[in-house]
């Protein structure tokens, strides 16, 4: 899921966006792929410690931001792209934006479309892994000129994962236009 999701943010190369580190896994994956920049937003300080300790042992330029993507400085992009593998924070987030949106990623779209450049690819996973409601489609289409997705199955959490649920996902792609 993590090889996959890099692969889509790093498709044009350049200056990356991850907003959540989380294990560090989608991060290697990221430079793998040969990026110019890569720039973490994460909230929980003892994750972006270790993301701080990870980033020093890299040969690619890359800086972590701590704190919540919501209050990241304006001028932090562009990006070409931006992979978003966050959760709610708390039950407000939860409520808001798992119960009452089609999709957790959609109140993160129109701040991701700002620090896009044009033809920039924002990816996040979702579990509408036979097809995107149509809600979840208007919310992509209402703020980027295009999107595919596609399913990966067979999965299986690392062993020291503690949070995984499903054993397949989907992985969107959204391209601004």
Not at 103 to 115: D, I, L, R, S
Not at 121 to 142: F, G, I, K, P
Request: with cysteine.
């Amino acid at each position: 899921l993590m090889k996959s999701m890099s692969r889509v943010a790093a498709s044009h190369g350049g200056h990356i966006l991850e907003v959540g580190f989380g294990m560090g896994i989608s991060a290697g994956y990221l430079h793998d792929a040969g990026i110019e920049t890569h720039t973490i937003i994460e909230a929980n300080p003892e994750v972006a410690a270790r993301a701080k300790e990870w980033a020093l042992r890299q040969e690619t330029d890359t800086r972590v931001v701590v704190g919540r993507w919501q209050d990241a400085p304006s001028d932090i992009g562009p990006f070409e792209g931006i992979l978003f593998d966050t959760y709610p924070a708390d039950e407000h987030e939860y409520e808001q934006h798992v119960l009452h949106a089609p999709t957790f990623a959609e109140h993160f779209m129109p701040w991701a479309v700002e620090h896009l450049v044009p033809g920039g690819v924002l990816t996040y996973y979702t579990m509408e892994v036979d097809s995107l409601s149509r809600r979840h489609q208007r919310a992509l289409l209402n703020h980027f000129e295009s999107f595919h997705v596609s399913r990966i199955e067979d999965l299986c959490p690392p062993a020291d994962c503690t949070y995984w649920w499903a054993n397949s996902m989907a992985v969107v792609g959204a391209i601004r236009g």
